[in-house]
């Protein structure tokens, strides 16, 4: 099975700051990894799809990149609405499995 | 609207099993997987399970394999999930999502909250 790690699990950061969050696969997933966001008592919303594709909505701050084992999620300004867990996913292959995400808070 | 809708909340006994459903609207039902993530309360998510409609074909992770039984009836659009020999670390928000317009799961439903206690 393909274990995914994310880094770091916990982050403060500021309004308008730029950040980055790391997943890494134990084995290369091409670029089928996901990239979700999750508030409190919420299913998790999709936010990246094929390591780089922003979901339709999502606002421009948001992207991601990386294939085979390391990817990245960057918000290149904060805003108060993207303190939030995050978490990416494979699906490479079955079983499919997250990271074990990364709770963005407000510094 | 594409949406999927979960049953309600469950309060179940260890060793007590529980079937949670998905019902699916919006959309053709048997052209997408049906994928279950479970949430440990303050814990991340869990990939579970996944069922393709249109065969009824399973996907399981390990650890659910031979505890875990996903059905689905097609001519209601809805997917089940039924969890047996439920124990405490079982009690959880279970999800279900759909890979609809994109790889990933953009479509989830709210969420069951299942709740295990004696």
């Known amino acids: 099975d393909i274990q995914m790690t994310q880094s770091p699990s916990t982050l403060s950061a500021s309004v308008g700051d730029r950040v980055t969050i790391t997943c890494r696969a134990s084995?290369?997933?091409?670029?089928?990894l996901a990239w979700y966001q999750q508030k409190p008592g919420k299913p998790p919303k999709l936010l990246i799809y094929?390591?780089?594709t922003l979901e339709s909505g999502v606002p421009s701050r948001f992207s991601g990149s990386g294939s085979g084992t390391e990817f990245t999620l960057t918000i290149s300004s904060l805003q108060p609405d993207d303190f939030a867990t995050y978490y990416c996913?494979?699906?490479?292959?079955?079983?499919?499995?997250f990271g074990q995400g990364t709770k963005l808070e407000i510094k | 609207q594409v949406q999927l809708v979960q049953s309600g909340a469950e309060v179940k006994k260890p060793g007590a099993s529980v079937k949670v459903s998905c019902r699916a609207s919006g959309y053709t039902f048997i052209g997408y997987d049906i994928h279950w993530v479970r949430q440990a309360p303050g814990q991340g998510l869990e990939w579970m399970a996944s069922i393709i409609p249109n065969t009824a074909g399973a996907k399981f992770a390990q650890k659910f394999q031979g505890r875990v039984t996903m059905t689905r009836d097609t001519s209601i659009s809805t997917a089940y999930m039924e969890l047996n020999n439920l124990g405490s670390d079982d009690t959880a928000v279970y999800y279900c999502a759909t890979p609809y317009q994109r790889d990933g799961f953009d479509i989830w439903g709210p969420g069951t909250l299942v709740t295990v206690s004696s």
């Open positions: 996913q494979h699906y490479n292959s079955f079983p499919y499995s």
């Open positions: 094929k390591a780089s």
């Open positions: 084995q290369s997933v091409s670029t089928w």
